[in-house]
């Protein structure tokens, strides 16, 4: 439904996004999780036609964002940061002018205008005027327009940002009802979010995919294990199969080799420290022992760097440094 | 077409809903006023010293001598009204992101640009429309000629076209709308202007004299209707129109 092939995005010499690839199957939500300047919306403002990709090419519906936006844009519902509502219109008016600005005829638009409402659970609201609703209104407006074309696919910016605990929990279930009938990413920076709503998710850091994998596999991954540096002279064929020998040791790559200098990240079971372990053997086999530290896989780092609880308070913090 | 007349509708709604549209109507229906009754007072105190010496009140035209040189002074009034028209057209749309909704519907830039023009020239069409009760009177008491009129009134909607071309592309450029203002009023005094700087340098007069967008509404006011100014008004505002298209698509590609 959603095909997205090296994307790049340049803000003059600032890489917002670089080399981003991903799918989205029918009926799929999608999670697009990363820090606060991660690149999600400006890869969602490049799906959505918004504006265009530096490089690569991003196909929405069987259509090209690029070559065919108007095509696309039809099969395309979208809800930015901020909703875009015109303060001076009710919800009546505004819902209508949507619909005639994604071309429903009259009849139709009536129809779809309730419809959406209803949807959304906003009927209560219809001749409030946009300036006058609460933040929670706010966004299912901006629910109810992105929706009310009845496109393929729905593309929603940060959907819960700012609202309390019970409005994140109803537009999570409003976003799950939605995805019988649409084709959903959404982005987040709040980690539970993903695991309660997407059956994907695509994690993103400084403009780059780190991960792309299902919630409950990338729990694990990150749960399971820790990771060591050690770095020892010479290379010695037999030294993946001597530490990967040593008790809870998980895995032994080599990570890198030169001077005559190779490096190993040794993965181990959590709580189970392998320092001392790691160092004996190394000395018993006779190799020289340059450097062991405890290495944090960027995944991890990029996780901690999101935000964990889901007060709205605690939702702004700054992109990780390396 | 739909969605371009969607856009203009909500564009002279969304006029009418902030105080603009009435700050406009009302400042122009005021200083209207006052010009027309300068002018008819003028008109008034001539035809009676045409009376004295002889010639009778019908010998002064009424279509000439008084809604010709009131019609100049509204060109003037339109200088400083339509600026505050289309100064925020754009930038209000990137302020509260609702430019976001409208580049991401399926309607090209150029649309949205024709929707937001003929909001601007409907609003300017019922400015123009509170100058006519005025005139009305005339017909009431005298039997002024209908047809300069109407051609007028056709002349002043082109002449305001060009301005309000003019107008949306530099709303795109600027989110301040002080600047806007000041730089479509700057650039329509340039153009007003223009032929004072040709008619010192005949080399240059010509080309002066037809790029100055009020020399062409000349002949409006005296009842013509030329294709030559006619095709002038609508490049111009074609011309307006297109850059105002090619500047949110640059900035689209700037982010
Ligand atoms: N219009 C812009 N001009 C310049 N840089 C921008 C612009 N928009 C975003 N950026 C930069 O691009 C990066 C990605 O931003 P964004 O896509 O908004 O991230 P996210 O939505 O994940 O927080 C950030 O470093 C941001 O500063
Ligand atoms: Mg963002």
């Known amino acids: 439904m959603i095909e997205v092939q090296h994307l790049t995005k340049r803000y003059g010499r600032v890489t917002a996004v670089e080399d981003v690839d991903f799918k989205v199957e029918r009926g799929e939500i999608l999670g697009f999780l990363g820090p606060n300047g991660a690149g999600k919306t400006t890869t969602m403002r490049i799906l959505t036609g918004f504006m265009p990709a530096t490089e690569g090419k991003a196909i929405v519906a069987g259509f090209d964002v690029f070559d065919q936006p108007i095509e696309a844009k039809r099969r395309t519902g979208y809800l930015p940061e901020t909703p875009p509502l015109y303060p001076d219109m009710t919800v009546v008016e505004y819902l209508d002018f949507v619909g005639k600005l994604k071309g429903l005829l009259p009849a139709d638009r009536r129809q779809r205008v309730r419809a959406v409402m209803d949807r959304t659970r906003i009927t209560d609201m219809a001749d409030r005027l946009c300036s006058k609703l609460s933040k929670g209104y706010r966004q299912r407006v901006g629910l109810a327009q992105a929706i009310i074309h009845n496109p393929d696919v729905l593309i929603l910016d940060e959907p819960t940002a700012g609202l309390d605990p019970k409005q994140i929990i109803e537009t999570r279930e409003l976003i799950k009802e939605l995805s019988g009938d649409h084709t959903i990413i959404l982005s987040t920076h709040i980690l539970p979010e993903v695991s309660q709503t997407c059956d994907r998710v695509v994690i993103i850091n400084k403009g780059r995919v780190v991960a792309v994998d299902t919630p409950e596999n990338l729990t694990a991954r990150l749960r399971g294990s820790e990771t060591m540096y050690l770095q020892v002279d010479a290379a010695h064929a037999d030294a993946p199969a001597v530490l990967g020998r040593l008790p809870g040791v998980t895995r032994v790559t080599e990570s890198d080799r030169r001077d005559g200098l190779v490096g190993y990240e040794v993965e181990s079971e959590k709580g189970h420290d392998v320092r001392r372990d790691l160092a004996r053997a190394v000395v018993t086999s006779g190799w020289g022992l340059l450097e062991l530290r405890p290495m944090r896989m960027s995944l991890e780092e990029i996780f901690l760097s999101l935000t964990t609880d889901e007060t709205p308070t605690a939702t702004e913090d700054g992109a990780p440094n390396a | ?255």
């Open chain 2, 1 to 255: 077409m739909r969605n371009v007349l969607a856009i203009a509708n909500k564009e002279l709604r969304s006029y009418f809903a902030s105080p603009i549209a009435y700050i406009v109507i009302g400042v122009f229906a005021l200083l209207y006023g006052w010009f027309f009754v300068a002018v008819l007072g003028f008109f008034v105190r001539q035809s009676m010293q045409m009376g004295q010496f002889g010639g009778g009140a019908q010998s002064m035209n009424v279509n000439q001598q008084l809604i010709r040189p009131l019609l100049q002074n509204v060109t003037i009034l339109i200088l400083f009204m339509l600026p505050a028209i289309t100064m925020r057209t754009y930038s209000e749309e990137k302020r509260s992101g609702t430019i976001e909704l409208l580049l991401t519907s399926p309607i090209t830039d150029f649309q949205i640009v024709i929707g937001k023009f003929l909001g601007a020239l409907a609003l300017y069409a019922v400015m123009l429309g509170v100058s006519l009760i005025h005139l009305a009177i005339l017909f009431v008491y005298g039997r002024p000629e209908w047809k300069p009129l109407l051609t007028a009134y056709v002349g002043l909607l082109l002449f305001g076209g060009c301005f309000i071309s003019v107008g949306l592309f530099i709303s795109t450029l600027t989110k301040n709308q002080v600047v806007s203002f000041m730089a479509t009023f700057g650039v329509f005094l340039f153009l007003w202007v223009i032929t004072w700087i040709g008619s010192t340098v005949p080399s240059i007069e010509g080309l002066v004299t037809y790029l100055s967008v009020i020399d062409h509404f000349d002949d409006f006011s005296k009842g013509v209707i030329d294709t030559a100014h006619v095709i002038y008004y609508l490049s111009f505002i074609t011309f307006g129109l297109f850059l105002t298209a090619k500047s949110v698509d640059s900035e689209r590609w700037r982010g």
